[in-house]
């Protein structure tokens, strides 16, 4: 931990320190070793928010977020005995904690060819490794004065080395209306059993309702529960969206504020 503390104050740190401070302090990244730390501007950049491959030369992604502007770039490696999967974990807890809006979230071979990652995306050849050992996750950052967006990736390399590396991009602006996958939404209630949405404050938004409808109609057999203060007719949205209402429980305490979906068992 010392040798990142002295890097990142640098004066040419300042800002990474800022940035990367919080991440750096988690368990699952003490010890670390930094391997880049850079700032670029005037940067035009494509994150995926789909699989990554190559057709013909080019590049493809199932979808994508494009964006101008500037960036910070911090790749460390990891010290034993920490592992790649538990420091993007960590990192991704972290970023949900601060209401971080989470738009794309894949782990392993779903993500596509780990060397496209490493080269196209992120220009980094140390983060090629196998397929399924890699994870991905790209988040909107919730502080509304700077678009922004927090990119983290994680490989453990065939030879054992893990590498955790976070990009936050500052961009001049972002698409109007940036959404996360329905797949994004459907692995968070899968895996962390919970999906908090800060932002649905209010009635039900038709954008929103078919996008939670399709999540959950990615796993037929998942039910939920729901709180909010608008939770009834959120449900009501979705049963008109084709939705059976079997599957959602609602909540009788109305205090939470967005919406809160939770797993059943």
Not at 29 to 51: N, W
Not at 54 to 79: K, N
Request: glycine fraction near 6%; hydrophobic fraction near 45%; proline fraction near 5%.
């Amino acid at each position: 931990m010392a040798a990142i503390t002295a890097l990142l104050l640098l004066p040419s740190g300042l800002t990474l320190a800022a940035t990367f401070q919080t991440f750096l302090e988690l368990e699952a990244l003490h010890d670390a070793k930094v391997i880049t730390q850079k700032q670029q501007d005037g940067v035009e950049k494509i994150y995926p928010q789909g699989s990554v491959s190559r057709i013909s030369g080019r590049m493809r992604y199932g979808q994508e977020v494009l964006v101008r502007g500037s960036v910070d770039v911090l790749t460390v490696q990891l010290a034993e005995p920490h592992e790649a999967l538990a420091a993007f974990d960590a990192s991704r807890a972290l970023l949900q904690g601060q209401q971080a809006n989470m738009l794309y979230w894949c782990a392993a071979r779903e993500c596509g060819p780990s060397n496209l990652w490493a080269n196209q995306v992120f220009a980094n050849a140390r983060l090629y490794g196998p397929d399924d050992r890699q994870a991905y996750a790209l988040f909107q950052l919730a502080d509304e004065q700077s678009p922004s967006l927090m990119a983290v990736y994680a490989i453990t390399r065939g030879n054992g080395r893990s590498f955790l590396h976070l990009e936050h991009f500052q961009a001049a602006q972002l698409p109007a209306e940036l959404l996360p996958t329905p797949a994004t939404l459907e692995r968070q209630l899968r895996i962390d059993n919970r999906l908090y949405l800060a932002r649905l404050t209010g009635m039900p938004d038709p954008v929103w309702v078919k996008l939670l409808v399709r999540a959950l109609n990615q796993n037929s057999t998942m039910r939920v529960s729901m709180a909010g203060e608008h939770r009834q007719a959120w449900l009501d949205a979705m049963v008109e969206q084709g939705l059976r209402a079997s599957r959602v429980e609602l909540e009788t305490d109305n205090r939470q504020p967005g919406l809160l979906l939770q797993r059943l068992p």
